[in-house]
């Protein structure tokens, strides 16, 4: 298997511009977790779907912030418009139990 | 006050060291505990999961829970070098609440 798949790895923007990270979940999970990572807040949970629909969305920062998770194999987390706050590593993480968790190897924003 | 308080180190050893990384919470409602190891550059992978208080090994890694004090520990023996990384300490309440996880310990071996 290979594992879950993030695309960019790496992105680099201007402020006020869109951005979109995309995530290809394991196949057969049926949890889609996404994630920030920064130095002074850690990791935070931002959303997380279950069998493609939302459930709990308190993490996201703003409306600036969405995801949608149109099907199974496939999830995005759009920016729109960017602020060099966002700049982070977003993970993407699925599972098919809540415990074990298989996170990508994350996307690396950063916003001039 | 954060949920759950961990020491980002760095911290340095040399191999062969037994290694103690911590972490304290605030909300005695957490009942899952876990360990994850981030290399750098990369997502982080659980290690250790353990369900209320008690001990749990596997291999060279033990989890320790200590619920009455809010206190959870991973010790590592006989660390090598491959073990350099980030530990993040991870708790929840019940296994369908999210995981919050503690800011992470950086780790590095010295040959």
């Known amino acids: 298997d290979a594992g879950v798949i993030q695309s960019p790895r790496h992105e680099v923007t201007e402020m006020g511009q869109e951005v979109t990270l995309r995530c290809k979940p394991i196949?057969?999970?049926?949890?889609l977790f996404w994630y920030r990572q920064t130095m002074m807040r850690g990791l935070e949970l931002l959303i997380y779907f279950n069998n493609n629909v939302p459930i709990d969305d308190s993490g996201m920062p703003e409306d600036r912030f969405s995801a949608k998770m149109p099907n199974a194999s496939f999830s995005t987390l759009k920016i729109q418009p960017s602020e060099p706050r966002d700049s982070a590593v977003y993970f993407c993480?699925?599972?098919?139990?809540?415990?074990?968790?298989?996170f990508g190897p994350g996307t690396r924003l950063t916003v001039l | 006050q954060k949920e759950v308080e961990q020491d980002p180190g760095p911290l340095s050893v040399p191999e062969g060291a037994i290694v103690s990384l911590n972490c304290t919470y605030s909300?005695?409602?957490?009942?899952?505990f876990m360990w994850y190891r981030q290399y750098s550059r990369k997502g982080p992978e659980l290690l250790m999961y353990t369900y209320s208080s008690g001990n749990k090994e596997d291999g060279r890694f033990t989890a320790q829970v200590d619920k009455s004090s809010k206190y959870i520990s991973l010790f590592i023996r006989d660390s090598q070098p491959s073990d350099s990384a980030t530990y993040l300490c991870a708790m929840r309440y019940s296994s369908a609440s999210k995981i919050i996880f503690g800011s992470g310990t950086r780790l590095s071996i010295r040959p």
């Open positions: 993480a699925s599972t098919v139990r809540v415990d074990t968790q298989y």
């Open positions: 196949s057969g999970h049926d949890y």
């Open positions: 909300n005695s409602a957490f009942q899952y």
